[in-house]
């Protein structure tokens, strides 16, 4: 069976964190029987008018990756001429695929815009066209009319639609009521189970949290530090209990949240962007990993945190009560009083480690994953 994997979210030479979760899929295919082939449209910004620059390479999992780099000045422009970009793709597929690889399967990764130029591809060539589906936004997009007839007759058209959680499924239903239910099948994110491998917690005489996020500013924020930062703060008074938090990543909030650190009664310890190795590592070392959040489409640094055998207390929103229950931690609502109870009953709680880790792998592996997606394949 051959397979087209189709994405504009996809790590790059320029961008090498984007769309990571989209090549995680397309390394979890390869373990399969299918054949795939990954052919990724890229779009940035640069002073040219318009230049089109084409790399064909094997990536370290050995997987066929066609990138297609698009650079202008008019990035946002392009990026939203859905038109254009179905014609270039559709180019670029008829000259260096087609010839020696017709897949029987083309597979998008996220509806716009590869969701729309597969069904364009699928069409042409008369073949079977499913869209994995990522993106929690999708209800701006159809709000958009220009944007909206083509997203919806891609999503009509599919054979199958893979929501990667069931909060995302039951949001596509919502917003497209006329889909058959049947055609939505959740296929989970995969989480690399050899870098966030299960380690026997060390004891130690303070409890130790992590958390990992971007800490950026938006309008609407969907990460809410400050709601665990204050939290551990009134646990640390209330209990007498020593407490260290460490925290993950980078963004323009970082100086605030550094501010709002020095105020704090417990030390906390800002370690910035670091590599995937090095944040497993302080997750196998944490008691516990805190996440406060306003909307998690999937909840990959979550399951990363479970995969390593760490309880996760976190928020009550969105995908994240698919990911943890009392099992593996605890759920809060997005007030500091509902922390505070949630670490509380965390850190009373005898937690299995090993067992969380286990779980999760069954779960979220790349073999795990790499099944369910052939299975359907196999259904079509």
């Not at 990993?289 to 309880?311: C, D, N, R, Y």
Request: proline share 5%; net charge positive; charged share 25%.
């Amino acid at each position: 069976m051959k397979v087209l994997f189709l994405s504009s979210w996809y790590p790059s030479a320029e961008n090498p964190a984007f769309g990571v979760f989209v090549k995680e899929h397309a390394k979890a295919i390869h373990t399969t029987s299918a054949e795939i082939v990954v052919l990724a449209v890229l779009v940035f910004r640069s002073g040219d008018l318009l230049k089109i620059h084409v790399k064909d390479y094997k990536d370290e999992s050995g997987i066929r990756t066609i990138e297609i780099i698009i650079r202008s000045r008019f990035r946002d422009i392009i990026h939203h001429l859905v038109w254009f970009q179905k014609q270039i793709v559709y180019h670029y597929f008829r000259k260096l695929i087609l010839k020696n690889f017709q897949p029987d399967i083309i597979h998008s990764n996220v509806i716009f815009p590869a969701g729309i130029t597969g069904d364009f591809i699928a069409r042409k060539i008369n073949k079977p066209h499913i869209i994995t589906e990522h993106w929690s936004k999708i209800g701006d997009l159809l709000r958009k009319p220009v944007f909206s007839a083509s997203a919806r007759k891609a999503y009509t058209k599919a054979r199958a639609i893979l929501p990667v959680s069931e909060f995302l499924r039951n949001h596509l239903l919502d917003l497209l009521p006329d889909l058959p239910p049947t055609k939505l099948r959740v296929v989970p994110n995969i989480i690399d189970s050899e870098t966030f491998a299960y380690v026997e917690k060390e004891v130690s005489d303070e409890l130790r949290f992590c958390a990992l996020a971007t800490w950026a500013t938006k309008r609407k924020p969907d990460k809410l530090p400050e709601l665990f930062i204050e939290a551990l703060n009134n646990f640390h008074l209330k209990t007498g209990k020593k407490v260290r938090l460490t925290m993950l990543g980078g963004g323009d909030r970082l100086d605030e949240l550094k501010a709002l650190a020095s105020k704090q009664s417990y030390p906390i310890e800002f370690a910035g962007s670091i590599p995937k190795p090095d944040i497993a590592l302080q997750m196998q070392k944490a008691d516990f990993f805190v996440h406060a959040s306003t909307i998690e489409t999937f909840g990959v640094v979550v399951a990363e945190a479970l995969m390593t055998g760490t309880p996760v207390i976190c928020s009550r929103v969105a995908a994240l009560p698919e990911l943890v229950n009392q099992s593996n931690g605890v759920l809060c609502e997005n007030f500091v009083e509902s922390w505070v109870d949630g670490i509380e009953k965390a850190v009373i709680t005898t937690f299995d480690n090993q067992k969380i880790a286990q779980t999760v792998r069954d779960k979220f592996s790349y073999r795990a994953v790499g099944r369910k997606i052939e299975d359907i394949y196999k259904d079509l």
